[in-house]
């Protein structure tokens, strides 16, 4: 401005913009660029404030852009402009775009515009009646119908629908839409479909490619079959662009309701038309599963050979039978296969409420059976073969034990649980229905179940052993059932799964997993072991029913509770039958045990089995079985008859660990009672325990309330219980024996005749220990092998040297106790009448008599006492009645004048008459002397290990006792020459054997079998056995193969026998004469005995200790150790072999008379023939034995009337009677005797006047025998 002049000094000037003062001023200055910018011809300000706008006013004249006019009539005209229609028309729509309706209308008519006059009324009318839609609804209904009726007039449809519309009048409105074009077809869709022409509206809809909202007009119209036309259209013409990703939705949804609707109808055959335009298999299997609607699926999941999954459906539907069919159509033909078995058992177990076992026929499972064996064909023939097993058991077709042993074997093969399990329940209810009567009787202990059960199985026949056999095995699987039951809640437990899987099966339930939470879907809810289950835990899901875990496990144990206990005492009671059977029929007391074992092993794991919770009458009956096994038991492991108890299979029996847990049982009972013990209790539990292989006793503190009242046997019994050595324990026994007799024995629990006895025959051995070897009968030696086996064999060579100090007076007990009963008949009959319960007195008395004269002669063999008692004896007729025959000739075929003329090979013979051989055991002293035919020869050092000395006992074959029976008959003709002494011959040279060896000839026969087709024997194969067998650098498992070589047993044994008889004819004649001869002898003989160690020890085809090899091992060494100086003898034995080898055997000679040993060989022969002459007593023999006897053979030898005059002053007192007092009260009662007192320092006790006791005159004896008895307290 200043610089076009245009400033005015005089104007207030503000030098800078301030917004707050010149706010006003921007304002002002926007507007009038407005004004401006908007003018079409000329622009007026009027202005009324000159104050203000003066300056602006003065600028713009100064520019020349304004000019200033007054406001006069000039003015008006200059302002006058006159305006064309078009402009008129143009304003007129100016102003109605601008809601101006009434100066629309006026310009419109200024124009002459008819159609725009009537749309700007039209306009009004519809602006007004939404002014007053509200406050007035009649008044703006009545308008907007005239603003449509003008604007259907003008062809304004769209603005026409849009007032019927918003008068509801809309099938109009849809009508005008569908005037509009396809823009407006969605709206004309929606007023048909408000206006419920769903028809039309779907048409609309499909028109202008609306798919949602035409399946919903469908939908709400039920025009299903409109829709699915639609639907299917669409797929076959529809484009990608056109199909919208929701497009899928819309169309299952639409078709869901469709079906949904037919559903509700119950037509199910319409609903399936639409569940099969569901775009997925998937969307109609969830479709379908949720309305539960399986049979239509199954169809269409069959129509679609969608077998797995039409499986699955009837899975669901529990059609286990259609089920199989379709795994089978979808090539899963092993599950089919299983499925149909399971089928079938489960309902031969449960159909129609069944109880259960046993399997039952039911319809189709014949059909159902085969089909499984035709769909197992298409896997493999081995699981063919499975199938037909299972198959085989469930049609329950065999009708022998043989066939069900077949199918249990087949089973085994396939580790089938199910065929194992119904094939052993079959096998025992075979074994439970069958008579009693019909059973086996096995006479031997069973190791290999399995091989008897097929055995007998094969000739359809059934013991007590294979009945507890298959009970075992049949409880044992049962038993891990419950283990599996009782893991089962808790998860991941896989432990017993295969038993668990047959639990499960058995049951009919198929285990389920849902979320990881089990259901147990039942086969047959009307089983009976369902019932047991409360209704409330039952929970039912169309035709599937289930239970937990809980109520699964909870109800199963009960079943199978109720099974075990059920077929337990069914198997008692049929145990108890067998048992009285064999009493009722005097069976073997073998077979009466066994019963016995069965039935406590039975009835015990019944009343401790941790899964039976049996009920009081079960407990009482289970009680009942065990009483009965545990009173009859001792009866049956200790007869009457010592003779009955060292039986091959008793001792095995007794070795066995039921046997030994009844032993136990036994006493138990026995010492149950807080009353003191009696006798007859004592005498029973000392049996037991030195009777049994191990320690069976509690504490000694359980037994020491029942013993207070008696210091001898509380002693003794402490002694047992705690184990202590034989050496402490003896003295206590002698005290206990000492107490016993003297004690009332009429009382009627006073101590059994067998279990005193039994006690001497121990305290026999343990007096002999210190000889380092011993004699004794084979029943006393085994009840000692079984002793020593539980408790460890004491260090023999501690015990023996010098003789124990009680010697004499022990032995002296021993004597004076047999002689008072064998002398005093009424005594011992009272005895076994008061403590026996037998029903034949004399049978048990002569059992008791021959016990008492065994005993006399074993005290004879070990320490060469009683000679002239044994021989006054047996020259009594009331005590050789009751002897058998065979052992009273026996002892008397050598009987010279008045005396018996007793040896070793006599006593032997004799023992082996009443089949309770003598044996001659070895504790470590060489005992080749003893060389005795009917003796059997135990060295306990090289015979370490019990198996091999019971198989010396008990030889497998019964070649040896043929060996000693033909030397027992032989003919005195034997074909052996005396053998040539070496003194005339050249150093070293060892004599020849004759050249008619006859039994070596034929040592085959010897042996009980015919070699005639093997090749003749050579000593070379001896020698190569015994290098092989050495063992020396082979290992356990290397020497066990050695061992196992069946040649080596083969060859041994001929050499053994061929060894035997040459020796037996050799001794029978010859007996040595000179001490070359004899060493040769004794080598030879123990060489034998050696080699039958050696054969005995070949006899267990497979060791199963280490100790057994190292037996094996040990004896080739011992026999290669005598190679020097035998090899010269064995060879004339093997080449006459050569020989001979066609020879006939000559006739077996009698066994000659033997030397029984230095011992006997001159003192105690020598001592018998001089005693009754008065000439010699017997201290060579005592200097031997480590013992003696002074005045033992001088007693009797004075005058009739010296024995008569002492004889009825005997009597029975207690204590030290034996020891000192009752011996030297006797000393003096033979004429002539002398004084052995030195001796008696040696031994530390005396027997003096024992051989007196009974002899002089036969009748003599008679008179005074009736004033002997026992003295009581």
Same mark, same amino acid.
């Given at each position: 401005?200043?610089? =076009?002049?245009?400033?005015?000094?005089?104007?207030?000037?503000?030098?800078?913009?301030?917004? $707050?003062?010149?706010?006003? /001023?921007?304002?002002?200055?926007? =507007?009038?660029?407005?004004?401006? +910018?908007? +003018?079409? =011809?000329?622009?007026?300000?009027?202005?009324?404030?000159?104050?203000?706008?003066?300056?602006?006013?003065?600028?713009?004249?100064?520019?020349?852009?304004?000019?200033?006019?007054?406001?006069d009539d000039s003015l008006a005209q200059a302002m006058q402009v006159s305006s064309s229609p078009e402009e008129w028309k143009s304003r007129g729509y100016k102003l109605l775009r601008e809601g101006n309706y009434e100066m629309a209308t006026m310009c419109f008519e200024r124009a002459g515009d008819e159609r725009g006059e009537k749309l700007s009324k039209a306009a009004g009318l519809k602006a007004a009646a939404d002014r007053m839609h509200s406050s007035n609804p009649e008044m703006a209904s009545v308008a907007r119908?005239? %603003?449509?009726? *003008?604007?259907?007039?003008?062809?304004?449809?769209?603005?026409?629908?849009?007032?019927?519309?918003? /008068?509801?009048?809309?099938?109009? $409105?849809?009508?005008?839409?569908?005037?509009?074009?396809?823009?407006?077809?969605?709206?004309? !869709?929606?007023?048909?479909?408000?206006?419920?022409?769903?028809?039309?509206?779907?048409?609309?809809?499909?028109?202008?490619?609306?798919?949602?909202?035409?399946?919903?007009?469908? +939908?709400? !119209?039920? /025009?299903?079959?409109?829709?699915?036309?639609?639907?299917?259209?669409?797929?076959?013409? !529809?484009? $990608?662009? =056109?199909?919208?990703?929701?497009?899928?939705?819309?169309?299952?949804?639409?078709?869901?309701?469709? %079906?949904?609707?037919?559903?509700?109808?119950?037509?199910?055959?319409?609903?399936?038309?639409?569940?099969?335009?569901?775009?997925?298999?998937?969307?109609?299997?969830?479709?379908? *599963?949720?309305?539960?609607?399986?049979?239509?699926?199954?169809?269409?999941?069959?129509?679609?050979?969608n077998f797995l999954e039409a499986a699955g459906i009837a899975k669901l539907k529990g059609e286990l039978v259609l089920q199989a069919d379709l795994l089978g159509k979808g090539g899963h033909f092993k599950e089919a296969s299983l499925l149909i078995l399971w089928f079938v058992f489960a309902n031969s177990l449960w159909s129609n409420g069944s109880k259960g076992w046993p399997l039952k026929p039911f319809l189709q499972k014949e059909e159902l059976l085969t089909k499984a064996k035709l769909l197992a064909k298409d896997v493999s023939d081995q699981f063919y073969e499975f199938v037909h097993t299972e198959a085989e058991i469930l049609l329950n077709s065999q009708h022998n034990l043989f066939e069900i042993h077949q199918i249990l074997d087949s089973s085994r093969r396939h580790s089938s649980i199910r065929g194992e399990m119904l094939s052993a329940r079959k096998i025992l209810d075979m074994h439970l229905h069958l008579n009693t009567s019909k059973y086996l009787w096995e006479n031997d202990l069973v190791s290999d179940f399995a091989r008897l059960s097929e055995r007998n199985f094969l000739n359809n026949q059934v013991s007590a052993e294979t009945l507890v056999y298959f009970w075992n095995f049949w409880k044992d699987m049962i038993v891990n059932i419950f283990k599996f039951l009782a893991r089962l809640e808790m998860q991941g437990v896989t432990e017993y799964r295969e038993f668990g899987e047959f639990c499960l099966n058995y049951m009919g339930v198929k285990r389920e997993f849902n979320n990881l939470n089990a259901i147990y879907f039942l086969m047959n809810s009307d089983a009976q072991w369902v019932r047991d289950i409360p209704r409330k835990f039952i929970r039912r899901e169309g035709s599937l029913v289930s239970v937990d875990v809980h109520q699964f496990v909870s109800a199963a144990q009960a079943y199978w509770r109720s099974e075990l206990l059920s077929v337990g005492m069914h198997v008692l009671t049929n145990l108890e039958n067998l048992y009285n059977l064999s009493v009722r029929n005097s069976l073997s007391l073998f077979c009466q045990s066994r019963s016995l074992i069965h039935i406590y092993e039975v009835a015990k794991f019944l009343l401790n089995c941790q899964f039976l919770s049996s009920q009081h009458n079960d407990i009482k009956a289970l009680w009942k079985f065990t009483q009965l096994a545990t009173e009859s038991f001792y009866d049956c492991i200790y007869p009457r008859d010592w003779r009955e108890s060292p039986k091959e299979n008793m001792i095995s029996l007794r070795r066995n660990g039921i046997c030994r847990n009844l032993l136990k049982e036994v006493i138990f009972e026995n010492v149950s009672s807080k009353n003191k013990l009696s006798y007859a209790q004592l005498g029973r539990i000392t049996l037991m325990i030195l009777g049994s292989g191990e320690m069976l006793c509690e504490p000694y503190e359980k037994k020491a309330g029942g013993l207070e009242w008696n210091s001898s046997w509380k002693a003794f019994i402490e002694d047992l219980c705690r184990n202590v050595n034989e050496e402490s324990y003896m003295q206590k026994l002698h005290e206990a024996l000492v107490d016993t007799y003297n004690a009332n024995w009429r009382i009627r629990d006073y101590i059994l005749p067998g279990c005193f006895l039994y006690m001497l025959e121990r305290q026999l051995i343990l007096l002999s220990y210190f000889q380092g070897y011993f004699f004794t009968t084979k029943s006393s030696f085994v009840e000692w092998l079984i002793y020593q086996e539980g408790h460890g064999s004491p260090s023999f060579e501690s015990l023996m040297g010098n003789a124990p100090p009680s010697l004499a007076r022990n032995l002296t007990f021993i004597v004076d106790v047999v002689q008072h009963f064998l002398y005093n008949d009424k005594d011992m009959m009272d005895w076994i009448r008061v403590t026996e319960n037998v029903k034949v007195m004399k049978d048990y008395h002569a059992v008791v008599v021959l016990r008492l004269v065994v005993i006399i002669c074993l005290v004879y063999l070990n320490f060469g006492w009683c000679a002239d008692l044994l021989s006054n004896l047996l020259g009594r007729i009331n005590i050789t009645k009751q002897l058998p025959r065979q052992f009273y000739d026996a002892i008397q075929k050598r009987r010279k004048y008045n005396f018996l003329n007793l040896n070793l090979n006599v006593v032997a013979e004799a023992f082996s008459k009443i089949d309770n051989p003598l044996v001659v055991v070895s504790l470590g002293k060489n005992c080749s002397r003893f060389l005795c035919p009917d003796a059997i020869f135990v060295d306990m050092k090289v015979s370490e290990s019990k198996d091999n000395v019971l198989r010396v006992l008990f030889p497998k074959t019964d070649a040896t006792a043929q060996v000693h029976t033909g030397a027992n008959e032989a003919n005195t003709r034997s074909s052996f020459k005396p053998i040539v002494s070496q003194g005339s011959e050249d150093p070293g040279k060892i004599p020849e054997l004759p050249s008619n060896v006859g039994d070596v000839a034929n040592w085959n026969s010897r042996c009980g079998k015919k070699d005639e087709d093997k090749p003749p024997l050579r000593l070379d194969r001896l020698w190569e056995i015994c290098e092989a067998l050495k063992f020396q650098n082979h290992g356990i498992d290397e020497r066990t193969n050695i061992a196992c070589d069946p040649t080596f047993k083969v060859d041994i044994n001929r050499i053994t026998c061929l060894l035997k008889a040459a020796i037996d004819g050799w001794f029978q004649n010859n007996p040595p004469s000179d001490d070359d001869n004899k060493k040769l002898l004794e080598e030879a003989s123990t060489m034998l005995h050696e080699m039958r160690q050696l054969n005995a020890a070949l006899e267990?085809?497979?060791?199963?200790?280490?100790?057994?090899?190292? +037996?094996?091992g040990e004896l080739p060494v011992k026999l290669l150790s005598r190679r020097p100086r035998m090899e010269l003898f064995l060879n004339q034995i093997f080449l006459q072999q050569d020989e001979n080898p066609k020879r006939e055997m000559a006739e077996t000679s009698t066994a000659s008379d033997g030397r029984h040993g230095e011992e006997y060989g001159h003192s105690t022969a020598e001592g018998s023939s001089n005693s009754a002459k008065g000439e010699r007593n017997v201290s060579e023999s005592n200097v031997e034995t480590g013992c003696s006897n002074p005045g033992m053979e001088n007693k009797g030898k004075g005058n009739s009337k010296s024995n008569k005059n002492k004889k009825g002053k005997k009597g029975r007192k207690h204590g030290e009677e034996y020891g000192n007092s009752k011996a030297e009260g006797s000393s003096n009662s033979a004429k002539g005797e002398r004084n052995v007192s030195e001796s008696n320092v040696e031994t530390g006790g005396s027997n003096p006047g024992m051989e007196n006791k009974g002899k002089g005159n036969s009748k003599t004896n008679k008179n005074k025998k009736g004033k002997k008895g026992r003295t009581r307290k």
């Open positions: 401005m200043k610089e =076009q002049d245009l400033l005015d000094v005089n104007s207030p000037s503000f030098p800078s913009f301030t917004p $707050a003062r010149h706010n006003v /001023l921007c304002s002002e200055l926007k =507007q009038l660029y407005v004004a401006i +910018t908007r +003018t079409r =011809q000329r622009l007026w300000i009027c202005e009324n404030v000159e104050e203000f706008s003066r300056p602006m006013f003065d600028y713009w004249t100064k520019k020349g852009l304004v000019q200033v006019r007054k406001l119908r005239q %603003a449509a009726e *003008i604007f259907e007039s003008i062809g304004k449809a769209e603005y026409a629908a849009e007032c019927f519309y918003m /008068l509801k009048e809309y099938d109009r $409105a849809g009508r005008l839409y569908l005037q509009c074009g396809e823009s407006a077809m969605e709206r004309a !869709g929606e007023c048909f479909f408000l206006a419920g022409s769903y028809c039309s509206a779907a048409e609309v809809y499909a028109k202008g490619c609306h798919f949602s909202k035409c399946l919903s007009a469908c +939908t709400k !119209g039920k /025009l299903f079959d409109m829709g699915l036309h639609y639907i299917q259209y669409w797929k076959q013409h !529809g484009t $990608a662009d =056109q199909r919208c990703r929701e497009m899928d939705t819309i169309e299952q949804e639409f078709l869901e309701s469709c %079906a949904c609707h037919y559903y509700e109808l119950n037509d199910r055959r319409a609903m399936m038309r639409y569940v099969r335009a569901f775009d997925s298999m998937s969307s109609v299997r969830t479709f379908l *599963i949720n309305l539960g609607c399986l049979d239509e699926l199954l169809s269409l999941e069959v129509e679609s050979d267990m085809r497979e060791p199963e200790h280490e100790s057994d090899v190292s +037996t094996i």
